[in-house]
């Protein structure tokens, strides 16, 4: 990440820390309700789920708004995703469970909601990785094939997140929807492309029924030039 | 029925003669200050003084539990009623309804009818009983209950041959529970049911209070079931009918989600809830960095209640 002294990336980057600042602040004053421990995990659950969506919604509102250099941005949110997804996961083991392995490793494979957490995870956790510039440099095409995995961690998170509940939806209800719009218009420009790219580049059969028509009209096209040729010359003839 | 118990009782747990030969004065006095403490006054019951301050002690109690603070059990309820969140649930409850409060007991019984809470309280005995509490939700609390054995009500009311199981039914009271009147989610009044034998078990209570104090009302008031064994959903909260039915009655949960929450809902450690592990707790109360309880079979019931399912397979019986 280059850091460039601009003010609204500067100050983008210090108010993703807030949440942390603020739970740090509700631990301190012992402000987390009866179940603290349960309440750290689940809140820095939450808003690493709350980053991963804001990471999608970058490339969505440089279309709409035509911005343009939005995409370190995109990079900061991304990596606060898995700043609060790491601090999620780290609460998990270490305040929840003081890295007792034997329960843990009972709780992680009789957990399936758990399964999805740590699929999202293990996916984050390779894009973070590979998020520097020069790790973009050295991949080449491979950087964005692995990237659009943030769609499947996304999935994964989201699912991580319904699975756990005991049947109250309405909060989870908003972030499918929210998903469901992010996602939703990448299927859109997808399939946007698709259709443009039939349209710009014939291929194969189509490509040959493709001049074999132009070569029909274009054939017809003469005829008639023929024609108007003939009417012409008779017109002249009557003239002459 | 013949209940074994292996447990010696403690000398310090034995009852002091004083206390038990003024037990009568006692349950006069809790009575009064009930009757007296009902309506607006019972909103501040946090702050009165304990109303059984030195209860007896039940011979089922386990002496050597750590009982959760009060302000923990008091703010760390569900209560589908009134809210999803468990601390918003204390605020809500607070309009709810119990005085005057009786209890519908129907169905398989000589002696049917309305009986007015006050008329049952009068013919029990009250004690302490200090139980773990296990939710399906993987968190634990320890609580010092106040009430009687359910099946010391039963007997009151002749319960006949024909009658297999108990099927509970909490409060309907739309206008103060706003998830009622919204009919979201399960389905209400909230109902539970427990096999009779599950029903007239010494250690399965009614009870109307906890910490020694009137049972606040986002804890259940005025009167709820106690079963220590089983998971939490399966004590309902402001019951206001008990009928004893020859088959075994469709419960709310079960209802909502059957591969979810079965009907004996027993605690058990070894069979996982299908998204999630049963096999540790988190003890309400600890610190951070403090390991999970691993969950015990029956939570930690078992010399009590194992011979209830000797032969059935806990896995499909779950």
Same mark, same amino acid.
């Given at each position: 990440?280059?850091?460039?002294?601009?003010?609204?990336?500067?100050?983008?980057?210090?108010?993703?820390?807030?949440?942390?600042?603020?739970?740090?602040?509700?631990?301190?004053?012992?402000?987390?309700?009866?179940?603290?421990?349960?309440?750290?995990?689940?809140?820095?659950?939450?808003?690493?789920?709350?980053?991963? &969506?804001?990471?999608?919604?970058?490339?969505?509102?440089?279309?709409?708004?035509? &911005?343009?250099?939005?995409?370190?941005?995109? +990079?900061?949110?991304?990596?606060?995703?898995?700043?609060?997804?790491?601090?999620?996961?780290?609460?998990?083991?270490?305040?929840? @469970?003081? /890295?007792?392995?034997?329960?843990?490793?009972?709780?992680?494979?009789?957990?399936?909601?758990?399964?999805?957490?740590?699929?999202?995870?293990?996916?984050?956790?390779?894009?973070?990785?590979?998020?520097?510039?020069?790790?973009?440099?050295?991949?080449?095409?491979?950087?964005?094939?692995? @990237?659009?995995?943030?769609?499947?961690?996304?999935?994964?998170?989201?699912? @991580?997140?319904?699975?756990?509940?005991?049947?109250?939806?309405?909060?989870?209800?908003?972030?499918?929807?929210?998903?469901?719009? /992010?996602?939703?218009?990448?299927?859109?420009?997808?399939?946007?492309?698709? +259709?443009?790219?039939?349209?710009?580049?014939?291929?194969?059969?189509?490509?040959?029924?493709?001049?074999?028509? +132009?070569?029909?009209?274009?054939?017809?096209?003469?005829?008639?030039?023929?024609?108007?040729?003939?009417?012409?010359?008779?017109?002249?003839?009557? @003239?002459? | 029925?013949?209940?074994?118990? %292996?447990?010696? =009782?403690?000398?310090?747990?034995?009852?002091?003669?004083?206390?038990?030969?003024?037990?009568?004065? =006692?349950?006069?006095?809790?009575?009064?200050?009930?009757?007296?403490?009902?309506?607006?006054?019972?909103?501040?019951?946090?702050?009165?003084?304990?109303?059984?301050?030195?209860?007896?002690?039940?011979?089922?109690?386990?002496?050597?539990?750590?009982?959760?603070?009060?302000? =923990?059990?008091?703010?760390?309820?569900?209560?589908?009623?009134?809210?999803?969140?468990?601390?918003?649930?204390?605020?809500?409850?607070?309009?709810?309804?119990?005085?005057?409060?009786?209890?519908?007991?129907?169905?398989?019984?000589?002696?049917?009818?309305?009986?007015?809470?006050?008329?049952? *309280?009068?013919?029990?005995?009250?004690?302490?009983?200090?139980?773990?509490?296990?939710?399906?939700?993987?968190?634990?609390?320890?609580?010092?209950?106040?009430?009687?054995?359910?099946?010391?009500?039963?007997?009151?009311?002749?319960? *006949?041959?024909?009658?297999?199981?108990?099927?509970?039914?909490?409060?309907?009271?739309?206008?103060?529970?706003?998830?009622?009147?919204?009919?979201?989610?399960?389905?209400?009044?909230?109902?539970?049911?427990?096999?009779?034998?599950?029903?007239?078990?010494?250690?399965?209570?009614?009870?109307?209070?906890?910490?020694?104090?009137?049972?606040?009302?986002?804890?259940?008031?005025? *009167?709820?079931?106690?079963?220590?064994?089983?998971?939490?959903?399966?004590?309902?909260?402001?019951?206001?009918?008990?009928?004893?039915?020859? %088959?075994?009655?469709?419960?709310?949960?079960?209802?909502?989600?059957?591969?979810?929450?079965?009907?004996?809902?027993?605690?058990?450690?070894?069979?996982?809830?299908?998204?999630?592990?049963?096999?540790?707790?988190?003890?309400?109360?600890?610190?951070?960095?403090?390991?999970?309880?691993?969950?015990?079979?029956?939570?930690?019931?078992?010399?009590?209640?194992?011979?209830?399912?000797?032969?059935?397979?806990?896995?499909?019986?779950?």
């Amino acid at each position: 990440m280059i850091f460039r002294f601009n003010n609204l990336y500067s100050l983008t980057l210090g108010v993703c820390l807030l949440p942390l600042l603020w739970l740090l602040i509700d631990t301190a004053i012992d402000n987390l309700g009866p179940n603290p421990i349960q309440a750290l995990h689940i809140r820095l659950g939450d808003w690493s789920l709350r980053f991963l &969506w804001l990471t999608l919604f970058i490339t969505p509102l440089q279309t709409f708004t035509k &911005w343009r250099g939005m995409a370190e941005y995109r +990079q900061m949110l991304g990596m606060y995703a898995f700043f609060y997804a790491s601090l999620h996961v780290l609460a998990y083991l270490l305040v929840d @469970h003081a /890295l007792a392995w034997s329960v843990i490793g009972i709780d992680i494979f009789e957990s399936q909601y758990i399964w999805f957490g740590l699929l999202a995870f293990i996916i984050i956790f390779s894009l973070a990785l590979t998020s520097p510039k020069y790790a973009k440099k050295r991949m080449g095409k491979n950087w964005k094939k692995l @990237h659009r995995y943030i769609y499947l961690a996304a999935v994964a998170a989201i699912i @991580h997140y319904y699975w756990q509940l005991k049947g109250n939806m309405a909060e989870p209800l908003f972030y499918l929807i929210c998903l469901c719009l /992010l996602l939703g218009f990448r299927v859109l420009v997808w399939f946007k492309n698709r +259709q443009f790219t039939k349209m710009m580049i014939p291929s194969g059969q189509k490509l040959a029924r493709f001049t074999e028509k +132009q070569m029909m009209s274009e054939i017809s096209l003469e005829q008639q030039a023929n024609e108007a040729n003939s009417h012409d010359e008779s017109r002249n003839k009557q @003239h002459f | 029925m013949i209940i074994k118990t %292996k447990k010696v =009782i403690p000398a310090s747990e034995i009852t002091d003669p004083s206390i038990f030969k003024a037990r009568r004065q =006692i349950i006069k006095a809790s009575l009064a200050a009930m009757l007296s403490s009902g309506g607006i006054a019972s909103v501040f019951a946090n702050s009165t003084p304990p109303i059984w301050p030195n209860l007896p002690k039940s011979p089922v109690t386990n002496g050597t539990l750590t009982v959760t603070p009060a302000e =923990i059990a008091k703010n760390h309820t569900n209560y589908y009623e009134f809210s999803f969140n468990k601390t918003d649930s204390t605020r809500l409850a607070q309009n709810l309804v119990t005085d005057p409060w009786s209890v519908e007991i129907s169905g398989e019984v000589e002696k049917p009818g309305h009986y007015h809470l006050e008329d049952i *309280l009068a013919k029990q005995t009250l004690q302490e009983y200090v139980y773990r509490h296990r939710c399906v939700e993987a968190w634990s609390m320890v609580v010092p209950w106040v009430g009687f054995p359910l099946a010391s009500l039963l007997a009151r009311v002749n319960p *006949l041959s024909t009658a297999q199981f108990v099927k509970f039914t909490a409060v309907y009271q739309p206008q103060t529970m706003p998830k009622q009147f919204a009919n979201a989610m399960l389905e209400w009044p909230y109902v539970e049911g427990l096999r009779i034998d599950e029903a007239m078990h010494p250690l399965t209570l009614l009870a109307v209070g906890m910490y020694g104090e009137h049972l606040p009302k986002q804890n259940g008031a005025p *009167l709820r079931l106690v079963v220590p064994w089983k998971y939490g959903f399966k004590s309902i909260k402001a019951i206001v009918k008990i009928e004893l039915l020859k %088959k075994a009655p469709m419960t709310t949960w079960t209802k909502f989600a059957p591969n979810d929450y079965g009907f004996y809902a027993n605690v058990n450690p070894n069979v996982a809830h299908p998204r999630w592990s049963q096999y540790s707790e988190r003890q309400l109360g600890s610190r951070f960095f403090t390991p999970r309880r691993k969950t015990e079979l029956f939570n930690g019931y078992g010399n009590e209640v194992a011979s209830l399912y000797s032969g059935m397979d806990l896995r499909h019986f779950f």
